[in-house]
């Protein structure tokens, strides 16, 4: 099956510092979509990319959406302590005959340690 | 609204006990699936379902049962519990797009 490498696996910053993460993939996907994960909570959209070359902002985070279709990037500028959390990117194949039934392959995860 | 809802939120179960995991959504989605997250592995599918009275394998099926009567409700079953089944377990459901996440089960299995 699909494969989706995340990286790093962790990071830890101060508190004001920009923050960047990317996932790559052997095969190439049709949406990007990133989410957070608090503790002790399920993971919450973030951001959804739906076409190459694609870049979105939602706040001070801003993902991109590959040009190969194989890999994403997300970015946080000036940090702050409540963007603590994992973060997973996760790709999803749309083909025209719908039968990706919506399925999401996920990264590993990239635990965020922010620092005061 | 109530999103996606879990219960339990916290099961320890003995090895070969078996137990049911209930979801339930409000939103009136069509997919619905259960994913395990394990550290260091992300969130791996187990099954999921395009719709009421259809269930299909996911990624990590093995051990692993579900059903899905209603629409509005996944259940994930497991008949004999192993302590490899330890786990974090998520349900989520969507219409195609991005998933609405439960906040999870947290089974051990001793």
């Known amino acids: 099956g699909q494969q989706l490498n995340q990286s790093p696996q962790s990071m830890f910053i101060q508190e004001g510092e920009d923050v960047s993460m990317n996932c790559t993939s052997s095969?190439?996907?049709?949406?990007w979509l990133w989410y957070k994960q608090d503790p002790g909570e399920g993971p919450v959209l973030l951001i959804a990319?739906?076409?190459?070359?694609e870049l979105t902002s939602n706040g001070r985070l801003t993902a991109q959406f590959g040009i190969t279709r194989k890999d994403s990037f997300l970015n946080i500028s000036a940090s702050i302590p409540s963007d603590v959390g994992i973060y997973f990117c996760a790709g999803q194949i749309s083909n025209a005959g719908g039968t990706s039934y919506g399925k999401l392959t996920f990264g590993q995860g990239t635990i965020l340690t922010v620092h005061p | 609204n109530a999103g996606v809802t879990q219960t339990p939120k916290f099961r320890v179960l003995k090895t070969g006990q078996s137990m049911t995991l209930l979801c339930a959504q409000d939103?009136?989605?069509?997919?619905m699936y259960w994913y395990r997250q394990d550290p260091g592995m992300g969130l791996r599918l187990i099954h999921y379902s395009v719709g009421e009275g259809t269930t299909a394998k996911g990624e990590v099926p093995d051990g692993y049962n579900v059903s899905r009567l209603k629409k509005q409700n996944f259940l994930l079953g497991l008949e004999s519990a192993a302590p490899s089944q330890t786990s974090v377990y998520f349900c989520?459901?969507?219409?195609?797009?991005?998933?609405?996440f439960g906040s999870g089960t947290r089974l051990t299995v001793v």
């Open positions: 989520a459901s969507s219409q195609g797009g991005g998933y609405t």
């Open positions: 990319l739906y076409k190459a070359g």
């Open positions: 939103m009136n989605h069509e997919y």
């Open positions: 095969s190439i996907f049709n949406t």
